[in-house]
């Protein structure tokens, strides 16, 4: 799981070792980037090779020849530059709203980093100035639907590609200027791009994987945030935690079950509030406390699971066509005697589409049972007898949490409507490219659900704390969940009054969104 202290403060692009931190320093922390010397030589090479199949003449896709229906169209010599810049041009063709500025660096530092890997036939010169307008802060305006994912990202990738030959929009300072004037304002030139590096630019998963990075540090921040709410609220609940016993998790060892089980035994230890009554007549807790283990081990393994295909996508290449040293591949491509082009599908989203989807869905599970833990604190049909209805004093004449719960459980209605873009396909281009992943839409879903799933466990958090405040004289909370009370208490007080608690809200989002909960923990000396 993902800790914001760990986030690297540079970050070096090689081709080969990009993670999801790694995003999320430069796309939110604007860690410094700079392209490996081994990578700069890489791409020279590749690029020498492309010089080499245009000086022959032969009919190669991406190089000399146009794109999806029209692939059977031979371009002149005197046309490449021209069709390199049409080409950008006529893709940057999207809709809805702008992608956010953390969006947008997200998709801006997986591109470098998947150009540097060497086999797109692009300069290193290009991928410098995309690389110096992160470092400079220069963010294209980029429109976030058009993507099919596949050929990739080819809309969202035309609008960031704009800028970098001084055309379309981009942000510098917070100003809004057209591109030549906001790479000038940052001391940068536009470059002219030469044959096939349109292409290069614009053909890739980089809105998907970029997304998926920052959906996967904030999906793993979001369950750890979710352990310790529902840790308090095993406690508040007066429930047991004997259901987290290594005995139970070793006879169905799957891993993330295993681990959200030690973490509550971890967050609860030295509970008096478990301690008094141990010996109680209840038999069964209902399963939102019950079944915590499982449910929650289960969203760590899907996290976990996207988590493996994001640092594979991350490092890998993912254009069309691809360009090989001769001899490398299929004797059957086209090419040179020192060059091999070959034209694949790499830039297909699915491996990334299916497992955000499924990641989705299984973060909005999570915040299915939080709601139902936050429902047992709230509810006087099922809270425990010294809860007061909707955890405020004179409940009638006060509401207390009562429409928290509602806000939650709209959140999570959306998060349940948002269905699964990955087992849809619009055929495209003629028919040409006739199956397409839809990742791009499965990543901007899954951003969704992260920031309400986030809403979600923190209105579990503040009621686990509200609850926690009517707890008798002596007892105390676990060394964990006492910290996490702490946490919470440090910036929303207790309910004492009805207020408005949209901004308290969005306090305890916060806490759940940026790592806040785990500190907390660790400052009590229960870090791993």
């Known amino acids: ?33 700079e392209l490996a010397a081994e990578s700069r030589e890489r791409m020279r090479e590749s690029r020498e090779r492309v010089e080499s199949v245009l000086d022959s003449g032969e009919p190669v896709y ?12 031979h371009i002149d010599r005197e046309d490449i530059e021209r069709l390199q810049t049409n080409l950008v041009r006529s893709h940057a063709a999207g809709a809805g709203r702008e992608l ?11 591109r470098a980093n998947t150009l540097a890997k060497g086999f797109s036939g692009i300069r290193p010169s290009v991928v410098d100035l995309l690389v110096s307008m992160l470092d400079e802060g220069v963010q294209p305006v980029v429109r976030s ?22 055309e379309g929009e981009a942000r510098v300072d917070g100003e809004r200027l057209p591109g030549d ?43 750890e945030a979710a352990d310790a709410a529902g840790a308090l609220a095993t406690e508040v609940t007066m429930g047991t935690t004997a259901n987290c016993d290594p005995a139970i998790h ?6 993330g079950q295993r681990e959200s089980a030690a973490e509550i035994r971890r967050l609860t230890a030295d509970s008096t509030v478990l301690e008094s009554h141990k010996d109680c007549e209840r038999v069964q807790d209902a399963y939102s406390i019950r079944c915590l283990p499982q449910v929650h081990g289960a969203v760590r393994d899907a996290v976990s699971h996207l988590r493996e295909a994001v640092e594979v996508e991350l490092n890998s290449v993912t254009d069309n066509p691809l360009v090989f040293p001769a001899g490398a591949v299929d004797e059957r491509a086209p090419g040179t005697d020192a060059a091999a082009v070959v034209s694949a599908g790499n830039f297909h989203g699915e ?37 007061p209805p909707f955890l405020t004093e004179h409940s009638g004449l006060r509401s207390g949490y009562m429409i928290a719960q509602y806000t939650a459980a709209a959140l999570l209605n959306e998060c349940r409507s948002l269905g699964r873009p990955s087992i849809d396909s619009t055929p495209v281009s003629g028919g040409q490219e006739d199956h397409v992943s839809m990742s791009g839409q499965s990543a901007l879903n899954a951003r969704t659900v992260a920031e309400n799933v986030a809403t979600i466990v923190g209105v579990e958090l503040l009621c686990g704390s509200q609850a926690a405040e009517f707890l008798g004289d002596g007892l105390e909370l676990g060394t964990g ?3 996490v009370r702490d946490a919470v208490r440090s910036v929303v007080p207790p309910l004492d009054e009805d207020r408005r608690l949209d901004g308290e809200l969005e306090t305890a989002a916060d806490l759940v969104r940026f790592g806040a909960i785990r500190a907390a923990i660790a400052d009590a000396g229960l870090s791993d």
């Open 481 to 483: 969940t006492g910290a």
């Open 62 to 73: 991406g190089v000399n020849t146009g794109f999806g229906h029209l692939v059977e169209t």
């Open 351 to 387: 491996p990334l589409a299916l497992r955000l989807d499924y990641a989705a869905g299984a973060l909005t599970e999570l915040a299915a049972i939080s709601e139902r833990r936050t429902d047992r604190m709230l509810n006087p049909d099922v809270q425990e007898a010294y809860l």
């Open 145 to 166: 639907r058009g993507s099919l994912g596949a050929s990739g990202d080819l809309a969202p990738l035309a609008h960031m590609a704009l800028v970098l030959i001084g």
């Open 100 to 110: 956010t500025r953390e969006e947008v660096r997200s998709m801006m530092v997986s």
């Open 181 to 223: 004037e906001a790479l000038r304002a940052a001391g940068l030139e536009p470059v002219t791009l030469a044959s096939k590096e349109g292409l290069a630019l614009i053909n890739g998963t980089q809105l998907t994987v970029g997304l998926a990075a920052l959906f996967v540090v904030d999906a793993e921040r979001t369950v």
């Open 1 to 33: 799981m993902s800790d914001p202290a760990s986030l690297p403060e540079s970050v070096t692009l090689d081709g080969t070792s990009l993670t999801p931190e790694d995003v999320a320093s430069v796309a939110r922390h604007d860690a410094p980037v």
């Open 250 to 255: 070793e006879i169905r060892p799957h891993p």
